[in-house]
């Protein structure tokens, strides 16, 4: 089956620093890509939507500047947070539609803790 | 808006009994329905879609658009169905995100 991976699997960074998260998608391409945020103990919240050769389309509430989205080509896309913070702690989740019925593939998620 | 609503945060049963994870939806137009499960330690992944009409793993699901309704159901639970379950839905054309329920922690004790 169609394999999205995510890198790191966790990072620790300082607060004020940013870090960058890749999501590919190993054996399939994907013109579009979605980021959700997971908090402890809830739901997937959609962030953003990541379109191959043009700009995301972020969720109400998501700071565009905060969260960089780039998705440089058809099998990868990264999330940069900028300037992070303590708040910013969480796991971010990618998935990439295959097929004409909207299947998702998900990545293993990348666990970010600022201190 | 979009909105799915799984009621029961955690769900017990014993082995052999049977399972009926809730979802309800809220959508205007005609959505497309999934279950996604995640056991421990491991990624989403898909179960089942309303669309295929398929059974996995010995789960079905019918939605019953009358009562906005996706129940996941299994005649008999076993032990390795223990798992994190999510209801999802999407609209119906083309590659759209997912709206997410709450999801459901189903916990069989043997």
């Known amino acids: 089956g169609a394999v999205v991976s995510q890198h790191p699997s966790r990072v620790i960074c300082k607060s004020g620093t940013s870090v960058k998260i890749e999501c590919r998608s190993l054996d399939f391409q994907a013109t579009t890509m979605f980021w959700y945020r997971q908090f402890p103990k809830q739901s997937l919240m959609l962030m953003a939507t990541s379109n191959e050769g043009s700009k995301a389309t972020y969720e109400q509430g998501v700071e565009k500047d905060k969260f960089l989205i780039n998705h440089a080509s058809l099998t990868l896309s990264t999330l940069t947070v900028t300037s992070a913070h303590p708040e910013d702690s969480s796991f971010y989740i990618c998935?990439?539609?295959?097929?004409?019925?909207?299947?998702?593939?998900f990545g293993p998620g990348t666990r970010l803790t600022v201190l | 808006a979009q909105r799915v609503t799984q009621p029961e945060k955690l769900l017990s049963v014993f082995k052999g009994a049977p399972v009926e994870l809730k979802c309800n939806y809220s959508y205007s137009g005609s959505p497309e329905l999934f279950w996604y499960v995640q056991y421990s330690r491991q990624r989403l992944q898909l179960l089942l879609r309303?669309?295929s009409r398929e059974s996995i793993k010995g789960f079905t699901a019918d939605l019953n658009k009358g009562e906005t309704s996706f129940h996941l159901k299994k005649p008999f639970a076993q032990e390795e169905d223990s798992a994190m379950y999510y209801c999802a839905l999407s609209r119906y054309s083309g590659n759209t995100p997912l709206v997410f329920g709450k999801g459901t922690r189903l916990s069989v004790i043997a």
């Open positions: 998935s990439a539609p295959l097929g004409g019925y909207n299947e998702q593939f």
């Open positions: 309303h669309i």
